[in-house]
């Protein structure tokens, strides 16, 4: 079975510093991975995944098969990216299957 | 926001009581899905369903039930069994998998009296 670990429960930063927030997985296939945000008083929501290869909101995350990691960067961190973090995985390879969670990064950005 | 409501936002529920939250999508999603977030636990997935009539147990299913008559509706039961159940529970959708962008709902508290 997958497993995500975020090693992190607590992140803090002074703004304009970099920020990173690290995601491990374990998973014998090609997994698919997500970060997902959730804002004080918002819904969680998608911030990126792997496969569109996006920046959003400044934030890159690129996948590394070798490390089996997706680790979250911003190399500016802003008071508004304050937020819950979630690293998720989806296996592929097996149907009908769903999305796994890490247990989540706080992530707080002092000014 | 919109596209996935929950009711309602704050719940009690008394001992040995059954409780009922609600998820309704006007998105046209296939599959949706019931979590529960705990301090420190990341989402755990209670039950989810693919299609309409159909739905399989997460990894915290035991003391939970669903139902998936409407592709818009895939309520919550909360049962007495659940010996735990003060959390925050969270419904999402996609459009068809969960490979893909799940959408949230804004969450129910329940809180046991």
């Known amino acids: 079975a997958q497993r995500v670990t975020q090693p992190e429960k607590l992140l803090s930063v002074f703004k304009g510093a970099p920020v990173e927030l690290k995601c491990n997985y374990s998973?014998?296939?090609?997994?698919?991975l997500f970060w997902y945000v959730q804002y004080s008083r918002q819904r969680l929501q998608l911030l990126l995944r792997?496969?569109s290869r996006e920046s959003i909101k400044g934030f890159t995350a690129d996948l590394n098969k070798g490390e089996t990691s997706f680790h979250l960067k911003k190399p500016f961190a802003q008071e508004e990216d304050s937020a819950m973090y979630y690293c998720?995985?989806?296996?592929?390879?097996?149907?009908?299957?769903?999305?796994?969670f890490g247990e989540g990064t706080q992530l707080t950005v002092n000014p | 926001d919109g596209g996935i409501t929950q009711s309602p936002k704050y719940l009690f529920r008394k001992e040995g009581q059954n409780v009922t939250l609600s998820c309704e999508q006007n998105?046209?999603?296939?599959?949706m899905y019931w979590y529960r977030q705990d301090p420190g636990q990341g989402l755990r997935l209670i039950y989810y369903?693919?299609?309409?009539?159909?739905?399989q147990k997460g990894d915290i299913a035991e003391g939970y039930s669903v139902s998936r008559e409407k592709k818009e509706s895939f309520p919550l039961t909360v049962t007495s069994a659940q010996k735990n159940p003060t959390a925050f529970y969270l419904c999402?959708?996609?459009?068809?998998?969960?490979?893909?962008?799940?959408?949230f709902g804004p969450g129910t508290r329940l809180l046991v009296l």
């Open positions: 999402a959708s996609s459009r068809t998998g969960a490979g893909e962008t799940q959408y």
């Open positions: 998973y014998s296939g090609s997994p698919e």
């Open positions: 792997h496969i």
């Open positions: 998720a995985l989806y296996p592929r390879e097996t149907s009908g299957s769903r999305l796994t």
């Open positions: 998105l046209n999603h296939d599959a």
């Open positions: 369903s693919q299609i309409v009539n159909d739905f």
